[in-house]
Structure formats: structure tokens, C-alpha cells
């Protein structure tokens, strides 16, 4: 449990330590970018494209070697514009964790790259090839906030110290300054100066959350990734921190990456949506059009669960049969064949790529057209047509 409780600790702290995991050598062997940063609109803080996060099995008895690789994010491609929040959602182990951790480096990204904006000259920066020192430096426009408030945060700190600390490890405070600075930052996150004093334990959930807030904002970032930052907390709590983000974020203008569970939550902070299934993108849009008019048979089946408040409107509610496929060794085809109920045979063999429909709406589906506009039966519908056609 000890130990538990220590791993827990280790990768919850902000990303300023866990930078080390990458040395000079695993920068030295990462492959040339194919991307030309002159080509990237000049309103994207962070673009990733191809990423890949795959997770060595290792087995044997005397010699251990890689047996197999869990492809925990398996070439994902996405852009956050400037002052936008991104909301990231999908099934429990679909990999949403893991980028957000290999876009703070606590994970070494297997392969692809991440393009972020930052510097004096705003330059567009491919963090791999970044030596760990200059990583450290970027560290501070890209922070991130973890699930679990009571954990992320070191219960020998004061308050104060736990707020500080992201601002000594980069010299950016002086003595004289620093209770005029945690007083106004805290103030900023809706807690009051006396609690400067208090350690964790003597803080509630939602108040142990603001502080992993208020240090993830310390530095004045460009990009916070929030990993399920409110699913500890009971919903009253819930909405008053997501308030408190929608207010930060209106007032200093960074961008977010939003991930959690809620449906509910991610259409309240998100201005677009990233679907993800099996370490892929499904569908990416404006929350709006993939809240209101989803696409992909994933995301369809997902929306459906949303709870509507009007009793008088009727909704489908589409259950997902079957179980989700191993990331060790995935389908194929399309990874959502072996659940989707429009799959054809063509969805076996070939995997669909992510195609621009209206509105910039991206989608991974190789029949989207046919199921928008009505003219894609559903799988059992054409079994039991075959099968009476047979029968005549
Ligand atoms: N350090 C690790 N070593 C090996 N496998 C890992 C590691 N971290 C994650 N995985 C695996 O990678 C896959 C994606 O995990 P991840 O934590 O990113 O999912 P998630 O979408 O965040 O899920 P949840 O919604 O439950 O938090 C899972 O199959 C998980 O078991
Ligand atoms: S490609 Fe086929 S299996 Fe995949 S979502 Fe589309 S219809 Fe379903
Ligand atoms: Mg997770």
C-alpha cells in the first residue's frame, strides 16, 4: 500500500521532475520530424502528430526480453489552438492518460512528434528533440493537474511551499515576494491567504484540488493538461472547480486538455472534442457538432448515454455489446469492428483513416457518409435480410 501510495506520488508530481526520463542519447535516436513547423498556423500552441506509446511486455524466465507491446496510444494526431480547451474522452483504458503523460515526458513517446509554441520568438519547438535541460525550460508553459488532489500533492508541504515549489525550481521568485504571490494566486483560485499555512491533510477534496490548480498555474503556463481533475469530487464541488477553470481561463488565456468521463462536464469547459477508442482518434469536431450530430458509431453510442433533463424528448440509448479488444494486440481492421453495429466485412480488413467531413469534422469511420444520411442498415438488419432472402 506504501508503495502504492509512493508510485502514486512519483507520477503525480508536475512534470518539472519527471523530465530527466529523457537523456541526451534517447534524444540523440529519435527520428527526423516530418512535419515543417513554417506549416502550422500561427494560432496552434501544441501539435501532435503520429504519436505512438507503446508499453514493452517482458517476459522469459533467466533472460528477460519483450515479449509483445501494449499499444497504449497508437498514432494519434491532434492540435490545440491558442486560449482553447480540448476535451478528451473515451472508455476506461483507451489511452487518454497515457498522452496526456507522453506530452509532459513522464512518458518517452515511442514515436511521432509533439510541436509546441513557445520561447520569445512564439516558435513552434519539437519537444523531442529537446536536450532535458531545454525540456525543463519548456516545462513551465506546459503544466498538468492530476485526478486525485490528496495525492498530487507532498503531505510534508505547507500550502505555501506546495504553491512555491514550481517557481524555485525555476528561480522565478524572491524571497521578498513570495507571500504576496501565493496570497494572490490562491486568492485566484478561490481560496483565502490563511490557508497558505495548512498542510493537505487539513484541507478538503475541492481545496486540495485548487491548490494542484493553483501550482500548475504558478508559472504562468500556455497549456494545462487536466487529467480527470474533478472526478474525485462530489458534484456540487465538481462544478465550482470547473467554474473556476472556465473564470481562469477567460481571464489569462491559456489553453487546456480536458480529460474525463463526465460527458456532461467536457461539453460544459470544451470548445472542441477528441474521441478516442482503443489508442486511436475516432472523431474530432466542435463540442457542439460531436455532441449534437455524432458521426462515428463510437462516438453515437457514447452520446446516447448522456441522461437528456426534458422527459418529454426521446432518445435512443445504443448499448455496445461485446468486450474492448486487447491494446496488445488490437483488430486489424477498424479497432472498433468487433463492437460496432454497422460493421461490414470491408471494416475487418481494412483500417478507415480519419477523413475531414463538414465543418472540419474529423472521423475515422469508412461507411460516415452512408450512416449520416441514413443509407447504412445496421449489421443484424442485413443478416435477417440475407437470411429471409435465403429462405424464399
Ligand atoms: N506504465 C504502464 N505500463 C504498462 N501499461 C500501461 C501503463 N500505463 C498505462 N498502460 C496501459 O495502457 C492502456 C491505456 O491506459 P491509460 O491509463 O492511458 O487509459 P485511460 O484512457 O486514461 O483510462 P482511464 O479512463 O481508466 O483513466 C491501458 O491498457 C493500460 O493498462
Ligand atoms: S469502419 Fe466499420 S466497424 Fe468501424 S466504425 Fe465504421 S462501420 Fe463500424
Ligand atoms: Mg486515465
Given at each position: ?47 501532435v502528430v503520429n504519436l505512438r506509446k507503446y508499453f514493452p511486455i517482458e517476459g522469459g524466465f ?91 500533492l507532498d503531505p510534508r508541504y505547507t500550502v505555501m511551499q506546495s504553491v512555491l515549489e514550481p ?226
Amino acid at each position: 500500500m506504501f508503495k502504492l501510495k509512493l508510485e502514486q506520488r512519483f507520477h503525480k508530481l508536475s512534470s518539472f521532475e519527471s523530465i530527466k526520463v529523457m537523456s541526451q542519447t534517447d534524444v540523440e535516436k529519435i527520428e527526423k520530424p516530418t512535419t515543417d513547423p513554417k506549416d502550422i498556423a500561427p494560432d496552434v500552441q501544441l501539435k501532435v502528430v503520429n504519436l505512438r506509446k507503446y508499453f514493452p511486455i517482458e517476459g522469459g524466465f533467466l533472460w528477460k526480453k519483450k515479449i509483445a507491446d501494449i499499444k497504449a496510444v497508437d498514432g494519434v494526431t491532434f492540435e490545440v489552438k491558442n486560449g482553447e480547451t480540448l476535451g478528451l474522452v473515451g472508455e476506461s483504458g483507451c489511452g487518454k492518460s497515457t498522452i496526456a503523460k507522453t506530452l509532459t515526458f513522464l512518458h518517452k513517446p515511442t514515436s511521432g512528434e509533439v510541436w509546441f509554441r513557445t520561447g520569445r520568438d512564439e516558435e513552434m519547438i519539437d519537444l523531442r528533440v529537446l536536450s532535458p535541460k531545454a525540456l525543463r525550460g519548456v516545462a513551465k508553459d506546459l503544466t498538468m493537474v492530476f485526478q486525485d488532489p490528496a495525492a498530487s500533492l507532498d503531505p510534508r508541504y505547507t500550502v505555501m511551499q506546495s504553491v512555491l515549489e514550481p517557481l524555485e525550481i525555476h528561480n522565478q521568485v524572491d524571497d521578498s515576494d513570495k507571500y504576496a504571490v501565493v496570497r494572490s494566486i490562491l486568492l485566484q483560485v478561490g481560496l483565502s491567504p490563511h490557508h497558505a499555512y495548512r498542510y493537505p491533510h487539513e484541507l478538503s477534496g475541492g481545496q486540495q484540488q485548487r491548490v494542484g490548480i493553483a501550482r500548475a498555474l504558478t508559472l504562468q503556463p500556455r497549456l494545462i493538461i487536466l487529467d480527470e481533475p474533478v472526478s474525485a469530487l462530489d458534484v456540487s464541488v465538481r462544478a465550482s472547480i470547473i467554474n473556476l477553470l472556465i473564470k481562469l481561463q477567460d481571464e489569462l488565456g491559456f489553453a487546456y486538455i480536458f480529460i474525463a468521463h463526465d460527458l456532461s462536464v467536457v461539453r460544459k469547459i470544451s470548445h472542441r472534442v477528441a474521441v478516442m477508442y482503443l489508442g486511436k482518434l475516432m472523431e474530432f469536431g466542435t463540442v457542439d457538432d460531436v455532441y449534437d450530430d455524432p458521426m462515428h458509431p463510437y462516438t453515437q453510442a457514447l452520446m446516447s448515454a448522456i441522461p437528456v433533463a426534458d422527459p418529454t424528448v426521446k432518445k435512443e440509448r445504443i448499448f455496445l455489446k461485446g468486450e474492448v479488444p486487447t491494446p496488445i494486440d488490437p483488430p486489424v481492421g477498424c479497432r472498433f469492428c468487433t463492437r460496432c453495429r454497422y460493421v461490414r466485412q470491408k471494416c475487418y480488413l481494412e483500417e478507415p483513416e480519419l477523413k475531414e467531413y463538414d465543418n472540419h469534422k474529423l472521423v475515422a469511420c469508412h461507411f460516415a457518409s452512408e450512416i449520416k444520411a441514413g443509407t447504412h442498415v445496421l449489421a443484424d438488419e442485413l443478416i435477417d435480410a440475407e437470411e429471409s432472402v435465403d429462405a424464399s
